[in-house]
């Protein structure tokens, strides 16, 4: 019996590639940093019974329409803006996503973002490394207290809650705004749901965790950065385009707030042109999920998916149940 054919658009980590190899015929093999064509990607989907693609590349209605084998795109992510999950339904192809395993991870980075724009560290390392360091002085590279301070969350859902419960151990009491109330754990600080406007104007700290849709694209424009104190930090690992960077950049060089901490961009891979002069922004490669643990978790996840839909049985993580 011959093996089901796997169209892969990009290297995972070497233990799923591996269990990759070993159950399915690869239509190709991806190469590192190597982006598909267009070309590549239709005569993968056009050869494949399952794919896995990735949060940058674009999964349109098109593209699925050339796939008449196709049974399952597994996205290597937990959101799924890149897909056109209508298009997949409407053809009876599963999409699945990789929710949970990345929480922590996520969350773990938010709060290096945080403390790295708070206490200038990336600032200080670039001095230390510089050989102009004159020593320890009084008044040397000030910045702010985050122990004590409001911790605002917009989108409080497994990684927002997750960032929350971490806000404890630095006596933060937490504002969110998200569509409806959720209970404050026994062990956490006290978790406060307000509107967005509330939490904005309230918040020392404000920590972006919401999906990409036509509702949240733009949610944080010059209206909102306007609402924040001149000495709140935004810090941004969802998705880039939830935030205006044109009304960013000029918020951070007008001091209408005192810095950000961004590890996903609006035109990813691109940064808006003076984002990367400005001391005050803390800039990541999209890092939320890159641990090597983390990202295998993701991709055995895919394999699961994958072996379940192609075996007759219920996706692990469905994002379109009724495919």
Request: net charge neutral.
């Amino acid at each position: 019996m011959s093996r089901p054919t796997l169209y892969i658009t990009r290297p995972l980590p070497a233990p799923v590639m591996t269990a990759l190899r070993e159950r399915y015929t690869l239509v190709s093999e991806p190469v590192e940093n190597q982006i598909p064509t267009g070309d590549d990607q239709r005569r993968g989907f056009a050869q494949a019974d399952a794919v896995i693609c990735t949060l940058a590349d674009p999964i349109t209605d098109e593209l699925l329409a050339a796939a008449p084998r196709l049974k399952i795109v597994a996205n290597y992510a937990v959101g799924y803006n890149n897909i056109d999950v209508a298009a997949a339904t409407r053809r009876g192809i599963v999409v699945t996503n990789t929710p949970d395993v990345l929480t922590d991870a996520t969350a773990d980075l938010t709060w290096a973002l945080i403390l790295a724009v708070a206490r200038r560290v990336t600032e200080g390392d670039r001095w230390a490394r510089s050989g102009q360091w004159p020593g320890w002085a009084p008044t040397q590279m000030l910045g702010t207290d985050v122990t004590g301070k409001t911790l605002g969350i917009i989108g409080m859902g497994r990684i927002g809650q997750a960032v929350a419960l971490r806000a404890q151990g630095f006596r933060m009491p937490v504002l969110y705004a998200g569509r409806r109330p959720c209970s404050t754990p026994p062990s956490a600080t006290t978790w406060t749901h307000r509107p967005l406007e509330e939490v904005l104007t309230q918040s020392d700290f404000v920590s972006l965790h919401v999906p990409l849709s036509e509702a949240t694209r733009h949610l944080i424009g010059s209206r909102e950065l306007a609402m924040m104190k001149s000495t709140a930090f935004l810090i941004n690992t969802s998705r880039g385009p939830v935030i205006d960077e044109t009304a960013l950049l000029a918020a951070l060089r007008q001091g209408t707030i005192a810095g950000a901490g961004l590890d996903v961009y609006e035109r990813e891979p691109l940064i808006t042109a003076g984002l990367e002069t400005l001391p005050n922004v803390v800039l990541l490669p999209h890092l939320g999920s890159a641990t090597q643990q983390i990202r295998i978790k993701m991709g055995m996840l895919c394999v699961e998916n994958i072996a379940a839909v192609l075996g007759g049985r219920p996706p692990l993580n469905p994002v379109n149940r009724e495919a």
